[in-house]
């Protein structure tokens, strides 16, 4: 349930815009602030039904839209590369505090700044 929570969570992040906005505070309240269909539905002055229907409208429409474009599969990937580049990085770092090379220590600092900077 976690994970699948988080997956709709990113992908949220990365559609909502094409939600309405009835159906981006209805997904928000349910996903991001954990609020049950009952409590949202006592907020939104609507059925229970009617809050679940709006959120399993929202869903197929992002995950749809995730099937068709991709971006949060391409971010995933693109997350876990960069991970791997500073693993790489680091090795090179460690390798050099031997040898003691300013040119490759000043490129491995950029290298490693530029990874934080994209992963922020």
């Given amino acids: ?17 094409l939600l309405t906005d009835k159906q981006r505070e209805l997904f928000d309240l349910y996903y991001n602030e954990d609020l049950s269909l009952t409590e949202i ?12 229907d709006a959120i399993i409208r929202a869903e197929t429409i992002l995950r749809d839209t995730e099937d068709k474009v991709g971006l949060v599969r391409k971010y995933s990937g693109y997350e876990d590369k960069l991970h791997k ?3 790489e990085a680091s090795y090179i770092a460690r390798v050099n505090s031997d040898l003691r090379n300013y040119e490759i220590a000043k490129r491995v600092e950029a290298i490693t700044k530029m990874i934080d900077e994209l992963l922020k």
């Fill in 85 to 87: 580049i500073r693993e």
């Fill in 1 to 17: 349930m976690k994970s699948d929570t988080f997956h709709m969570s990113m992908l949220f992040d990365f559609y909502g815009d």
């Fill in 41 to 52: 539905a006592e907020h939104a002055e609507i059925s229970r039904q009617g809050v679940r």
